[in-house]
């Protein structure tokens, strides 16, 4: 069944970001033009660089629209005609997001968007629907989207990822929020950029230089937001589809360590996972659509205090029911 989308697309407009600084989604807020929309965190920059103290943000990831058809259907090539069931999801996780109190700081979603790959049947319809749903993101609260491999193809093109970037927004960027320098990656540029080796070096040298300013320390912590896991469980497991093969995380992993990076979220495995290498915290979250395992449908809620950063993953009823717990809340009060 073909997917009808409720309101126009979202404005293609290009991003402005030449390579220092990223733009963001945030929605329009009057209830008659409730499109998504990119602003640039330029404009919150400088009020953003500074520790004003505890906060958190909402983490998701793999609303994959179309995934759970074409799983059911064991075709997950070119299978994927129908999402109703995500665009519940996706419907109940804005939903409970929207209704949190206080307000999160931000609202991440660590790839596959959808997914039908680049050039393949219902992208279009899958895109539309998505948008439509993200759309209702409440305006005050900035949403910030990551490219999977899903929304890029296992090996990206300059087209696909031209095209990524017009419908989503840049396919890694930085941002600060209050005093926190957040890294949003491409990975599939370290999973396999032999179609598109020159994006990938560009990532690669400014990677480097946006971890210098982490390195001297001038942020209060620094994460990274990425599709493809380091690794699952243990930087030394073996490599398999879900995770990044064992040179390229290591080199990554010794990087961001070296920086100060201490946390990083992704998505991919469709099931909760995580391990720590030397001060990294690798996050796995399982997704918001398909599950693959035994998880629910969920999001994570990550605190961040001046010392540490704490997280927990909600299943949508969960959160959308009873929200947060106080003992996540309590850390908020923390100085
Ligand atoms: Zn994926």
New binding site residues.
Partial sequence: MKQVSMLPAASLERPTWQGTEGSFWSTASKESSRQPHKCTWKQILPREREWKGPFYFIQGA?P?FGLMKAWSTGNCDSGGDEWGQEIRLTEQAVQAVNKLKPRPRFFVLC??LIHAMPGTPWRKEQTADLQRVLARVDSDIPLVLVS???DLGNAPTPETVAEFQQTWGDDYFSFWVGGVLCLVLNSQFWYDASRCPALKQAQDQWLDQQLSIAGQRECQHAIVFQ??PLFLQNIDEDDDYFNLTKSVRREVADKLVRAGVTAVFS??Y?RNAGGTYQNLDMVVSSAIGCQLGQDTHGLRVVVVTAEKIVHRYYSLDELSEKGIEDDLMGLMKEK
């Fill in positions: 793999d994959q790839g596959d999977g491999n899903h599709h493809i998505g991919h469709h």
